[in-house]
């Protein structure tokens, strides 16, 4: 007999109307003083059980990124002199493949949701949160990730906007532009909740960091990183890991002239980083945004053949004081981060949940050569890649993925999710205190069960399928 939850279509629309009436129904929230001196205002809402609750959205913790701060290291804002009104989310970082109005470049805002039950005189612990979305599309907004559930909890939530795709990651491989300025974005947040937080009624000593997907793996590198280090207490990784190999730019010069070259093409890979730095730095955002969904070539691939690959990722950085520094998983196996205790794992058949059309469109593309099945971060000869390969392939399938598609959904999902994450326990453990889940819960109300259409999966069981995540 199955154990799934039923819920009458009436009593989630009432749930749906008591949520939206809460959110209509705002009152003015408390003014709250930050440590730079500027005042906030939220908004008081109520949650998912009734209970009070104060909203201060788009909160700025960093400078706005524009102008000759474009591919810096973030700083702080400038304090204000007005009492500035945090009520709503009307701002997004520029993303790929998206188009949006509320893009825009002036993005690094965060939103804090405390309980109004003793605000400021408590001491509560506080869960960050970073969005996932691939490092090139995703927001923090209250509508994406809203906090009417955990509110019931005790609890803080701090989410955050980040700095994605090129204007986030593009790299010229040195010093001139050095990369990794979403993961410094989030740092800075990261810094400011250890500030401020306690305005709110939250504990600095007590901040757990979470994420899922980019955002995983967003946490794993805070975890790495040494300019992390004490500013949170625990971590959870959802479907996210460093060593994940979708999450990782082996040759972020070659992209940075690509992206260059798109605007002037005396560029080349001649030309100086601080000549590429001059053509990117001097173009509108809407440019860099409709010029950095670059072809990659075959063997620049970060991924197994063209699934999951995405150009502007992490990158290594040479420089001393660089945050990304020392290969990951090195830095895992000699104990090189943060011991904090982590949560971490994945879904079952995780590639479901992504771009799915695309991926069965792969198979006949990955069945064309099995050397697409070994992932190009491995260190294999070029003459044993078709060996290890065909090999590889035995496991999942003695099929070609086009007639057998889920064991290409199990063999993407291992390759961009589970082997990393896996890696990433294996050693963590030897330092630190690990705890691993996989999720597989088969539910009714999951966007994914309603949107894969039957025909996609060939087997009985593809509608389950589809619904596991």
């Known amino acids: 007999m199955s154990n799934q939850i039923k819920m009458n279509p009436l009593a989630i629309l009432f749930h749906i109307a008591l949520i939206c009436f809460s959110l209509n129904g705002a009152e003015v929230g408390p003014i709250v003083m930050l440590e730079n001196g500027g005042k906030i205002q939220g908004r008081e809402l109520s949650s998912q059980n009734g209970k009070s609750f104060y909203a201060f959205q788009e909160v700025p913790y960093a400078a706005p990124p524009v102008g000759n701060l474009r591919f810096k290291d973030p700083i702080e804002p400038k304090p204000w002199s007005d009492i500035l009104q945090t009520t709503k989310n009307t701002k997004i970082c520029m993303q790929l493949q998206n188009n949006d109005p509320r893009e825009t470049e002036d993005c690094l805002y965060l939103n804090v949701y405390t309980p109004a039950k003793d605000f400021q005189t408590s001491s509560l612990p ?117 060593l994940c190999s979708k999450m990782f730019m082996k040759h972020p010069r070659y992209f940075a002239v690509q992206l260059a070259k798109s605007f002037d093409d005396k560029i080349t890979e001649k030309s100086s980083s601080a000549d590429i730095l001059d053509v990117v730095i001097n173009v509108s955002a809407n440019d860099i945004k409709n010029n950095s969904d670059l072809p990659i070539p075959d063997d620049m691939r970060n991924c197994v053949g063209s699934i999951g690959s995405t150009v502007w990722n992490p990158v290594v950085e040479t420089q001393e004081d660089g945050f990304v520094k020392g290969l990951m998983h090195e830095n895992f196996k000699y104990g090189n981060f943060s011991k904090v205790p982590v949560l971490i794992g994945f879904n079952s058949e995780e590639e479901v949940a992504y771009n799915l059309v695309d991926t069965k469109s792969k198979a006949g593309y990955m069945d064309s050569n099995n050397k697409y099945m070994v992932n190009g971060n491995l260190n294999i000869k070029e003459e044993n890649i078709l060996l290890a390969g065909n090999k590889l392939k035995k496991i999942y399938t003695d099929k070609t993925f086009e007639e057998d598609f889920l064991s290409l959904v199990k063999f993407a999902t291992d390759a961009k999710y589970t082997i990393g994450i896996c890696r990433q326990i294996e050693l963590q453990s030897k330092f630190a205190d690990i705890y691993m889940y996989q999720f597989s819960y088969d539910g009714l109300l999951g966007r994914i069960n309603q949107s894969i259409p039957e025909t996609l999966c060939q087997r009985k069981n593809g509608p389950k399928l589809a619904a596991k995540i």
């Open 126 to 242: 506080v869960y960050v949160f970073i969005h996932g979305g691939f490092l090139f599309k995703g927001e923090s907004t209250f509508e994406r990730f809203g906090p009417q559930f955990l509110m019931d909890y005790g609890i803080i939530l701090v989410t955050l906007n980040y700095r994605l795709g090129a204007f986030g990651f593009l790299s010229t491989g040195d010093k001139t532009i050095p990369g990794n300025y979403g993961f410094k974005d989030q740092n800075l947040a990261l810094k400011w909740v250890q500030k401020n937080i306690k305005n709110f009624g939250g504990d600095p000593d007590k901040v757990t960091l979470g994420g899922q997907s980019a955002g995983g793996n967003s946490v794993g590198h805070q975890i790495l990183s040494e300019k992390s280090k004490g500013l949170f207490r625990a971590a959870i990784q959802e479907s996210g890991s460093p």
